[in-house]
């Protein structure tokens, strides 16, 4: 049997916990707190903080912007807001930008397409 205790997943972990798996200060995760608006932990009724795994992944993803990257706290703010905006649904796959696209934009799209192919052809053989 293994010496090692089990990990146990919760839905909640107190700042202590996710100072340990962080290996960050509480200091440090409560200071983040004003700096990042998308790190809102919830609080117990007793007013402490109760994290979830989410919170935890992006808390070590910041962790690597601050620590690894070398970002500074404005810039680790930037780079969470530029890829959130990233995510977002709205944005068409280049797929759809082509298929969105007026139809003269298209047919020029596929004449370079098919120019592009021609080239191909002529460096292979």
């Known amino acids: 049997m293994s010496s090692e205790p089990k990990q146990i997943k ?3 972990y107190s700042i202590g916990e996710v100072s340990k798996m962080t290996e960050l200060k509480a200091y ?8 990042f608006k ?3 932990p919830p609080k117990n009724r007793a007013g402490n903080r109760t994290y979830r795994q989410s919170d935890i992944d992006l808390i070590l993803h910041i962790k690597d912007l601050l620590y690894t ?3 500074t706290i404005e810039g680790a703010r930037n ?6 905006d990233c995510k977002k649904e709205d944005v068409p796959t280049p ?12 047919e020029t799209l596929l004449k370079i397409k098919q120019e ?3 080239l191909l052809e002529i460096l292979r053989r």
Not at 79 to 84: P, S, T, V
């Open 10 to 12: 919760k839905l909640y």
């Open 28 to 35: 440090v995760l409560r200071y983040w707190e004003t700096e």
């Open 38 to 40: 998308q790190l809102k």
């Open 69 to 71: 990257e070398k970002f």
């Open 79 to 84: 780079q969470l807001a530029m890829e959130k």
């Open 95 to 106: 797929v759809e930008s082509v298929q969105q696209a007026a139809p003269a934009r298209k």
């Open 116 to 118: 592009l192919e021609t």
